[in-house]
């Protein structure tokens, strides 16, 4: 065995060795969260609940296209307080449990119009699940926001126009 080849699959080796729990997947969300400890399954809940939120559509992406779930934990994560974040957590945690009472189904094997109709139940529900009702306020309002402020809103459906705005030489004027 020569020395460089020995050194060079060592190397080889022990990059693999420090890669390896990177590649694992060791169940946290795919995005850095400083405050927040989300799981691959939860992370993924929150994709079919903002999904539901704004579904896609022959002629636009929906919320998971436009990964409106990541916005949503990003944004939890960084712009909200302890206690909004606890709720949204608990929130979270409780959704699959409280739609399996309600439907016989977890949230995620429910149809569309079923997932819609628990949704507003929920929001309109005050005394039943607090948590459950800030974790869809707060993601309802920031998936609108997020969708509202995408690449894909800002350039393809609204229409950016200069601001002096466009030259029309040939206006008629009227005389005074």
């Given amino acids: 065995m020569k020395r460089r080849s020995a050194i060079k699959n060592l190397m080889i080796f022990a990059g693999g060795i420090y890669l390896l729990p990177s590649c694992a997947g060791n169940g946290k969300s795919s995005i850095e969260l400083k ?5 691959v399954g939860e992370e993924a809940l929150l994709g079919e609940v903002a999904e539901a939120m704004i579904p896609k559509t022959a002629d636009a992406p929906g919320a998971r296209g436009l990964n409106l779930h990541l916005f949503t934990l990003k944004m939890v994560d960084d712009c909200h307080n302890a206690e909004d974040q606890k709720a949204f957590k608990a929130g979270l945690a409780s959704l699959n449990k409280i739609s399996l009472e309600k439907n016989n189904k ?12 628990f949704i507003e139940s ?18 309802k309002r920031r998936v609108i926001q997020g969708f509202t402020n995408s690449k894909y809103v800002m350039t393809d459906l609204k229409q950016y126009e200069m601001v002096p705005g466009r ?8 005389k005074v």
């Fill in 35 to 39: 405050n927040l400890d989300i799981l």
């Fill in 106 to 117: 977890p949230f995620n094997q429910l149809d569309a119009i079923t997932r819609i109709q």
């Fill in 122 to 139: 929920t929001l309109k529900d005050t005394t039943n699940n607090p948590a459950l009702r800030t974790f869809f306020e707060i993601t």
């Fill in 167 to 174: 030259y029309n030489g040939y206006f008629p004027v009227d």
